[in-house]
């Protein structure tokens, strides 16, 4: 069965960092563009981040975030620095429905997510 | 990257039809057939249910479809039931080489 398991989520002070992971399993990990897409409490989807061949960024989190995977641990991660309260989201990975790593989705398959609270 | 946009609500009684719109520009729905639509539940993760304008995943029920005139996709529900109340958000490629959202619509089923 094809499973993504989000964490490294908390409580940050503004201005701090925080790395998330995403572990995938039951699927060839390292053939797909994976994503992360965040919610704010109460507010709709928005798209942050993916990595196939190239790396793609939401123009709010340039400069900021880093996304990266490390295909021997079937893992994605979301370096995040210099954070906001708007930043305050769960944060879903997404796996891209095509087995190809140009492009970004559709996304077929969704973690729980993993809730990041940026606050002093 | 502003959101695509979608009614902020909708509703219809069990067995009736409805249709969510999704409107962007010439630089993302009008431009690529890379519509997609999700459904959420309350605390729960998205789920694919179009991708590509009118593609269905495996699994998804044939009472939704996909549509798209121009810059507008449609996402049409038919024979509504309670399950699927929820929200629904629409999604396309853009020329920016990105992905985006629109802003959501609640589907009550009442």
């Known amino acids: 069965e094809v499973h993504l398991l989000e964490s490294g989520g908390g409580l940050v002070q503004p201005g701090g960092s925080l790395r998330l992971s995403c572990a995938a399993s039951?699927?060839?990990?390292?053939?797909?563009?994976m994503s992360w897409v965040r919610q704010a409490p109460g507010k709709g989807l928005e798209w942050v981040s993916s990595?196939?061949?190239?790396?793609y960024y939401a123009d709010s989190v340039k400069g900021r975030f880093t996304i990266s995977r490390d295909n021997s641990k079937n893992t994605l991660y979301l370096q995040m620095n210099s954070l906001r309260a708007e930043d305050t989201a769960v944060y879903y990975c997404?796996?891209?429905?095509?087995?190809?790593?140009?492009?970004?989705?559709?996304?077929?398959?969704w973690g729980q997510g993993t809730m990041v609270t940026v606050s002093s | 990257q502003s959101a695509l946009t979608q009614p902020a609500s909708v509703s219809g009684s069990p067995g009736q039809s409805i249709t969510i719109s999704c409107t962007g520009t010439?630089?993302?729905?009008?431009?690529?057939?890379?519509v997609s639509w999700y459904q959420q539940h309350p605390g729960k993760a998205p789920k694919l249910m179009i991708y590509d304008v009118r593609n269905r995943p495996s699994g998804v029920s044939n009472r939704f479809s996909g549509s798209k005139s121009g810059s507008t996709a449609s996402l049409t529900i038919s024979g509504l039931q309670a399950e699927d109340e929820g929200d629904y958000y629409c999604y396309s490629y853009t020329s920016s080489n990105t992905v985006v959202f629109g802003g959501g619509t609640k589907l009550t089923v009442l």
């Open positions: 990595i196939g061949s190239s790396t």
């Open positions: 039951g699927f060839t990990f390292s053939s797909y563009t």
């Open positions: 010439s630089s993302d729905v009008g431009g690529y057939n890379y």
């Open positions: 997404a796996k891209r429905l095509w087995e190809v790593l140009n492009g970004i989705g559709p996304f077929d398959i």
